[in-house]
């Protein structure tokens, strides 16, 4: 007798649950994206490397937010829902969107300016960190067992998406504006459409169904989403924390850094260094369901080692041959072999984050030491990266990324297995044959 086959994904959920998220990450990443552009618009500053780094402070900055924004929506989302969270997170990013796209310049008003476009991504990072963790949920959540690492990994398949969305724009900015026109007022187009998608999907968002898995529990535990109930599972926490600080620092080096390394250290024409960013984030964005297949059937540690190997060893000469580039063919079969490799740690992260802890503080788990590693770690690559150029040290950011990633590395090598967890009281057995079909 054949073994019965996997549930199939709910392809509805799992659509809305991504759309909103690729709107969220697209006005989320479109700050670096343009920031070359609307640099000097804020900061006066000659060097075109000091302007970055000004800019890249204001992008770190926002993601001390996420840690609270975390907080906040995860504990919304254990106490009140998955679906009840997922609408006001995109309302939040799409108010940060606009508030962007209307700031007045440093010869408007000084740096008060500054101040404002500050103040826009402090609210975008607190919505991106509650954006992760009830989206992270609902895609794990709403998933059979046997198919939670495909269904979860749509959601680097939506940041991705977004980033993607943002830099097409980009490119047809480029294409069709000069650079002067953009650096006056171009640059502000991609924060004015981001605020009107994201108040569009605010609306789709409302009609989405809550996940099996918190119906159960729904006022069945007492704490439900509450730092003293994160407690007791800390032992989870930290390692969420430890198992992405490598992947989100590499993560970050090789999307929304890539394009400005390209161009301000390989010395690539800045549309050219968007479009290898382009097709190689299109090559990985296909690659987060086959890999999230694959882990539903060897589970989540072999891809979490294998990218912890890569980044270990593979990053500093990667980016030591990207610093060389001098095409856009080379450039793209670089950039390419380094998001294979964070393929490893991006196709998993949200499903082996969501299986570490119960129903009733999942979402908060999941948010909260993610937010926490990613704001450290994450949020500061790039301002990193531009600090070690500015210092005539570069590659010393690179060991810096191997580094991380050999930390990592070692969690994934001890942690447990987690593709068998059964998520509601009634997969147990059913979760075991899935995975194994």
Same mark, same amino acid.
């Given at each position: ?114 101040? !404002? *476009?500050? +103040? &826009?991504?402090?609210?975008? =990072?607190?919505? /991106?960190?509650?954006? %992760?963790?009830?989206?992270? @949920? ?99 926490? !930290? *390692?969420? +924390? &430890?198992?992405?600080?490598? =992947?989100?620092? /590499?993560?970050?080096? %090789?999307?929304?850094?890539? @394009? ?178």
């Amino acid at each position: 007798m054949s073994a019965p086959r996997p549930a199939r994904v709910p392809w509805r959920a799992v659509v809305c649950g991504s759309i909103g998220n690729m709107v969220e990450w697209y006005d989320w990443s479109v700050y670096a994206s343009f920031a070359p552009y609307f640099a000097s618009a804020f900061f006066p500053e000659e060097d075109d490397t000091a302007r970055l780094l000004d800019t890249a402070g204001v992008f770190a900055v926002g993601f001390l937010m996420r840690p609270v924004g975390g907080w906040l929506f995860g504990r919304f989302a254990d106490r009140r829902g998955r679906k009840a969270a997922l609408p006001l997170t995109v309302a939040l990013m799409s108010g940060g969107a606009l508030l962007i796209a209307v700031t007045p310049t440093y010869a408007s008003v000084g740096y008060a300016g500054a101040l !404002v *476009l500050l +103040v &826009a991504r402090l609210l975008q =990072g607190l919505s /991106a960190g509650g954006e %992760y963790a009830a989206g992270a @949920t609902y895609l794990t959540e709403a998933a059979p067992p046997g198919r939670r690492g495909l269904a979860s990994s749509f959601q680097y398949v939506s940041m991705t998406a977004g980033q993607l969305a943002g830099l097409g724009l980009q490119i047809a900015l480029q294409r069709t504006m000069p650079d002067e026109a953009l650096e006056s007022y171009g640059w502000r187009i991609p924060f004015a459409v981001g605020a009107v998608a994201a108040a569009v999907v605010f609306y789709l968002r409302r009609n989405l169904l809550e996940t099996e898995a918190y119906g159960e529990e729904h006022r069945a535990v007492a704490g439900r989403g509450t730092i003293r109930e994160l407690l007791a599972h800390r032992r989870e926490a !930290v *390692l969420v +924390v &430890a198992l992405t600080m490598g =992947g989100t620092l /590499a993560y970050y080096t %090789y999307t929304t850094y890539l @394009t400005k390394y390209l161009s301000n250290t390989a010395g690539l024409p800045r549309a050219t260094a968007s479009l290898v960013g382009f097709c190689a984030l299109s090559v990985f964005m296909l690659l987060q369901p086959l890999a999230g297949a694959l882990s539903d059937r060897i589970g989540r540690r072999p891809l979490l080692i294998a990218f912890g190997i890569g980044g270990t060893a593979g990053t500093v000469p990667l980016m030591t041959a990207l610093a060389d580039a001098r095409g856009f063919g080379s450039a793209l079969v670089l950039s390419l072999a380094g998001l294979v490799i964070v393929t490893g740690y991006t196709s998993v992260s949200a499903v082996v984050k969501a299986e570490l802890f119960p129903t009733h503080v999942r979402a908060l788990g999941v948010a909260l030491p993610f937010a926490v590693a990613g704001a450290v770690f994450g949020g500061t690559a790039e301002y990193v990266a531009l600090w070690c150029k500015e210092a005539g040290a570069e590659s010393a950011f690179y060991w810096y990324v191997a580094g991380c990633s050999g930390v990592s590395l070692v969690v994934y090598a001890c942690m447990r297995e987690t593709r068998d967890v059964a998520l509601t009281r009634g997969e147990g057995a059913v979760g075991e044959v899935a995975v194994q079909a």
